[in-house]
């Protein structure tokens, strides 16, 4: 069966410092990969979307890149956080048309 | 701007009182639909989801949705709500055509009291 690892649970990271987020998926080849943002409020906001490897698509434009170095792996980066980059961070994956599965999440907060 | 609305951003009922919650799309053309659940403290689930067919959908622990595509509408339903049934739910649209991108909304965050 696939399941989806995404660590760390929380992070707690300085303003300026750098970031680095990874999630791994077994049991699935070739899957489309996302990241999403929670915020109270807002609901999931999406930020990057990969269809293979090193092809990276990005939604809104801020402080955090993303990487698919190898096919069941999505990195979430950035180089110096900001305050405003505090948030619950999901990925998931998922194949074409059929939903998605999620990880448990990473809680970052930046202080 | 292509987006998807969920109109309630907080409900709170009694235990058995009739739940409705509006999701509304803009994007045109072929969509998949979705309503994921996420309870406290845990990730999120899959509650249902319409590709096509039968355009009244029926889900885990007795939620359905209907698709009425005039209105670019998925609303969730369950007749009788239950003191379990709270937590957040999130509309969510899968644009057809080869897109990859699953759009939600903001999510309803719904409470049942004893």
């Known amino acids: 069966s696939q399941t989806i690892h995404q660590w760390p649970a929380t992070l707690v990271q300085p303003v300026g410092s750098p970031l680095s987020l990874e999630c791994t998926v077994e049991?699935?080849?070739?899957?489309?990969l996302y990241w999403y943002r929670q915020a109270a409020g807002r609901g999931l906001q999406l930020l990057f979307y990969s269809v293979g490897i090193g092809q990276i698509s990005s939604e809104v434009p801020q402080n955090l890149s993303a990487s698919r170095p190898q096919d069941r792996q999505f990195i979430l980066s950035s180089k110096k956080l900001l305050l405003s980059d505090s948030g619950f961070y999901l990925c998931?994956?998922?194949?074409?048309?059929?939903?998605?599965?999620f990880g448990n999440g990473t809680r970052l907060t930046v202080t | 701007a292509q987006s998807v609305s969920q109109h309630n951003h907080h409900v709170i009922l009694s235990e058995a009182a009739s739940l409705e919650l509006g999701c509304n799309y803009s994007?045109?053309?072929?969509?998949?639909l979705f309503w994921y659940v996420q309870y406290p403290g845990q990730h999120l689930q899959l509650l249902l989801k319409y590709f096509s067919g039968d355009p009244l959908v029926k889900g885990i622990k007795g939620f359905e949705a209907e698709f009425i595509k005039s209105k670019f509408s998925f609303n969730l339903r369950k007749p009788s709500v239950q003191w379990s049934d709270t937590a957040e739910y999130f509309c969510a649209v899968l644009r057809g055509g080869g897109y990859n991108k699953l759009i939600f909304g903001a999510g309803t965050r719904l409470a049942v009291h004893p």
């Open positions: 049991g699935t080849s070739n899957p489309n």
């Open positions: 998931a994956w998922g194949l074409l048309g059929s939903p998605l599965h």
């Open positions: 994007y045109g053309g072929t969509v998949n």
